[in-house]
């Protein structure tokens, strides 16, 4: 029922929505000391992009909502990164639980060093499922943009492969976490990182294929 009703409200956007639309992304602002907050510029730009090239008439203005409010209900998608610690209380993993069995969808794009803690976290939220490395036939990469080797590598760090990986709930993916990316490094302003213009649009394409794919319902 809740995810009806998550899919409900988002009728226009799925079929194009008006100018007039206040549907809001935002950045998950979690506890345990961690960085929430870095990449300022990141949201704010994939927006932009996905209203130029997608047509989705997203609200401009990129909301902040802590994991265990009520208010993350009121966003589609949102998105989660940092360096560092990440700690939820039980309530909190309740909560976002409850938002991805009901129909949000997170995204979690590791700046370097956050993966040792957020998936003893995931696995708070959701103690019955693993994640798993999506193969590169996953319709994640095959929206507007046809990724067809997986998630593009935006910052070397330790040299290894960019993996995409997923959490799924009844079949359909909820949650899709980049490692070894940093996805999210590569939508922020040009002059942050000194990303090439073809990088930073990769990661930008990307970004968009998750947030449509996300509209879709998840599957």
């Not at 226009?12 to 008006?18: D, E, I, Q, T």
């Not at 401009?60 to 589609?76: H, I, K, N, Q, R």
């Not at 069995?101 to 993966?115: Q, R, T």
Request: proline share 6%; charged share 20%; hydrophobic share 40%.
């Amino acid at each position: 029922m809740l995810r009806t009703l998550f899919l409900l409200a988002l009728s226009p956007l799925l079929l194009g929505a008006s100018e007039q639309s206040t549907y809001q992304l935002a950045v998950l602002k979690y506890n345990g000391g961690g960085d929430w907050y870095s990449n300022p510029t990141a949201v704010p730009n994939l927006v932009k992009f996905c209203n130029a090239q997608a047509g989705m008439a997203i609200n401009t203005e990129v909301a902040t909502v802590e994991v265990g409010s009520p208010d993350l209900f009121t966003y589609p998608f949102v998105h989660m990164t940092g360096h560092g610690n990440v700690v939820f209380s039980q309530q909190e993993a309740d909560n976002l639980r409850n938002y991805m069995i009901g129909g949000g969808f997170v995204h979690i794009s590791d700046n370097y060093g956050m993966d040792k803690f957020i998936r003893p976290m995931l696995k708070k939220v959701f103690p019955e499922l693993e994640l798993m490395e999506l193969p590169f036939g996953h319709p994640v990469y095959h929206q507007r943009f046809n990724f067809d080797r997986g998630l593009p590598k935006v910052h070397e760090h330790d040299g290894a492969p960019p993996r995409g990986y997923g959490l799924l709930w009844e079949g359909r993916l909820v949650c899709f976490y980049d490692f070894e990316c940093d996805l999210g490094d590569g939508w922020e302003d040009p002059d942050v990182h000194g990303d090439s213009e073809a990088s930073r649009t990769k990661a930008l394409q990307m970004g968009c294929n998750l947030v449509q794919f996300a509209f879709s319902g998840g599957e």
